[in-house]
């Protein structure tokens, strides 16, 4: 039994967030195989296009299995390609989901991550009975963290030791959102 979960198109002042589509494909591998934008990522910058294909299919997989949505971040004016923005693993259960994000160099320092991320939060504390998104960081990654702050997350660990990338072993931040921290946040909900 299929448990859709529709993924939205999204709307910000400066922003469109939108389901994946195939003619992502070239702008994704271009972003994921740049070694500067993937430095702090949990893997190694693609080398193979078809690594794009699998990021589409696995995207689409999101919302047919309704565990998720992983949407494209275009700039408003010109549909120029940003990144990506999603909130992933959907437990009903524990009424808990992931958000993760890569953004292009071009749009770092513009408040292009905080922007969608804000909108994608606003409609999965909408869209789904959520209680706390989690997200990880490399702790080297200060742009990263800035922005999960700015969005209300609250740090709450370290992965020591979690992730090791062509050799480079590296710890991780987890960060926290709580639904009551989300309303309560000034650029988060709207205030009641």
Do not use: I
């Not at 589409?56 to 940003?82: H, I, M, Q």
């Not at 770092?108 to 997200?135: F, I, K, M, S, T």
């Not at 700015?150 to 639904?179: A, H, I, N, P, Q």
């Amino acid at each position: 039994m299929r448990r859709m979960l529709p993924s939205p198109t999204l709307r910000t002042e400066r922003l469109v967030l939108r389901p994946v589509r195939d003619d992502d494909a070239a702008a994704l591998f271009a972003m994921h195989g740049d070694p500067y934008v993937l430095r702090y990522w949990d893997s190694p910058p693609w080398q193979d296009a078809s690594r794009a294909a699998a990021f589409l299919a696995a995207s689409r997989r999101l919302e047919d299995e309704g565990t998720g949505a992983r949407l494209v971040v275009e700039r408003r004016t010109d549909g120029a390609f940003l990144g990506w923005c999603g909130l992933t693993g959907w437990n009903p259960g524990y009424r808990s989901a992931s958000l993760g994000f890569c953004f292009v160099e071009e749009s770092w320092g513009r408040g292009h991550a905080a922007e969608a991320g804000r909108a994608l939060l606003a409609w999965g504390y909408d869209a789904l009975p959520l209680n706390r998104v989690q997200a990880e960081c490399d702790t080297r990654n200060a742009a990263c963290a800035r922005v999960l702050e700015k969005l209300g997350f609250v740090r709450e660990g370290t992965l020591r030791e979690d992730c090791v990338v062509d050799g480079v072993v590296s710890d991780s931040w987890v960060y926290g959102l709580l639904r009551r921290d989300w309303q309560a946040h000034p650029r988060g909900a709207a205030a009641p």
